[in-house]
């Protein structure tokens, strides 16, 4: 069993900044890639950035240069730094984890959190 749990969604005017960070927890596991998404109003959700267990990361291009995706592995836990905020980076972010338990190993979502972008 393992839950992933988002935060510091908010309302930000465009040129401005936020922090979002995820933590897992649960039961013995092991995580491998994490990442990040996000589901715009009306659109599908769509790719934004995921960082290895080594700590290479890779970006979507509509956000390269503005956002940083970072892990702390101790705490189980991935963040997205967004700077130079635009309208169009406006939606609900989801955190994603590739966990492994055992000889399991799946994809996990979290909840998701708010991300309003307007002046």
């Known amino acids: 069993q393992v839950q992933l749990v988002e935060s510091g969604g908010g309302l930000v005017q465009p040129g401005g900044s936020l922090r979002l960070s995820c933590a897992a927890s649960?039961?013995?596991?092991?995580?491998?890639?994490m990442g990040w998404y996000r589901q715009p109003p009306g659109k599908q959700r769509e790719f934004v950035a995921t960082?290895?267990?080594?700590?290479?990361?890779n970006y979507a291009d509509s956000v390269k240069g503005r956002f940083t995706i970072s892990r702390e592995n101790a705490k189980n836990a991935v963040y997205l730094q967004m700077n130079s905020l635009k309208l169009e980076d406006a939606g609900v972010y989801y955190c994603?984890?590739?966990?492994?338990?055992?000889?399991?190993?799946?994809?996990?979502w979290g909840q998701g959190t708010q991300v309003t972008v307007s002046s």
């Open positions: 994603n984890a590739d966990v492994g338990w055992g000889r399991e190993r799946s994809a996990y």
């Open positions: 960082i290895t267990g080594g700590g290479i990361a």
């Open positions: 649960g039961s013995s596991f092991s995580i491998f890639g």
